[in-house]
């Protein structure tokens, strides 16, 4: 299953696509955001609870009675920047912790944007991956996922205040609000098509007709000319737009220019600590690291003001 249902549709489409459509009054929200849980349930558990181990932070989570992490009813937007599932052995408990979060935060309050790894559900076919929980994605559970791209739970970005979140990142500016019509506008055909005789040549066609976002690169799809969801980090230039972006993986976090790669729990799994979140307000961005004493380390990436 690829997500837990996620009930009912986002009640419009500036609080789907930015920080700036929520009613935040005098109080902006801070931003929080983690990349890359390929089904990895302990070390994405023990990267969100930093905010808790940390003096200067609200938590954004808190465990409850049950041993779940359950949403803190903090003024926060947490985001997943795509790659949920795969790799790892937990893929329906990050899923079923995420779906959670969704239905107790208030609307807008918990965004996830699609991975690579869950633009494989979309076209599963073409892929392929059959080792992989994306790639064994059953029919009904895929057009639940596509239906749920359609209600604006799942988007191809999402603007922060200085910052776009996207999982692989663009060289190039594009609009937050066009790229996230296109992907519903994607999921629809494949809606359409879905069980039909049309199917698996929809799943091909989508990925050139929304290539900005769904596109892959030439030879390997993380090459030059891949979209939003398959770039890889070292196809973006220094000069390419403010982006906090996950998918390639690093040991630590990674600045080059104005893209900010926050893909590190995996290449920790080894070891104590390396854990990680990007912590963004109006006027700069930090991470929170997990250390191998388990205490939380603060650092600020940079300031907007």
């Known amino acids: 299953m690829p997500l837990p249902i996620l009930d009912g549709p ?4 500036s609080v789907r696509d ?32 930093t905010l808790a181990d940390h003096p200067e932070f609200a938590p954004v989570v808190v465990p409850g009675d049950d041993g779940a ?44 944007t699609l991975g690579n790894h869950e ?38 970005a999402y603007e922060g205040y200085n910052v776009t ?44 007709e929304h290539q900005r976002v769904l596109g892959v690169g030439t030879g390997h799809p993380k090459n030059p000319g891949a979209g939003l969801v398959w770039l890889d980090f070292e196809h973006l230039p220094p000069d390419a737009p403010p982006q906090v ?11 080059k220019g104005s893209v900010y790669c926050q893909n590190v729990l995996r290449a920790n799994l080894a070891s104590k600590g390396g854990e990680a979140v990007f912590i963004e307000t109006p006027e700069s961005l930090s991470s929170l690291t997990r250390e191998a004493d388990g205490n939380v380390e603060m650092r600020e990436i940079n300031r907007f003001d």
């Open 119 to 156: 633009a494989i559900i979309l076209s599963p076919d073409h892929f392929g991956y059959t080792q992989w929980f994306a790639g064994r994605v059953g029919g009904d559970d895929r057009r639940q996922f596509l239906e749920q791209i359609v209600a604006g739970h799942i988007v191809a």
């Open 69 to 112: 992490l359950h949403w803190a009813d903090e003024n926060y937007v947490l985001v997943f920047n795509g790659d949920l599932i795969d790799r790892g052995p937990a893929n329906e408990g990050v899923l079923a912790l995420v779906a959670r979060l969704v239905d107790e935060a208030p609307p807008g309050r918990v965004r996830i």
């Open 10 to 13: 986002l009640p419009s489409s």
């Open 245 to 255: 972006v996950g998918h390639t993986r690093h040991s630590i976090p990674q600045r």
């Open 165 to 208: 979140y996207v999982h692989a990142g663009s060289p190039t500016e594009y609009r937050v609000e066009k790229v996230n019509e296109s992907l519903i506008e994607a999921a629809k055909k494949l809606l359409e098509a879905a069980g039909t005789e049309y199917d698996v040549g929809t799943q091909r066609r989508i990925i050139d």
């Open 18 to 49: 930015s920080v700036n459509g929520l009613s935040i009054g005098d109080s902006p929200p801070t931003i929080v955001s983690i990349s890359d849980l390929h089904g990895y349930l302990e070390p994405t558990r023990s990267a969100l609870l």
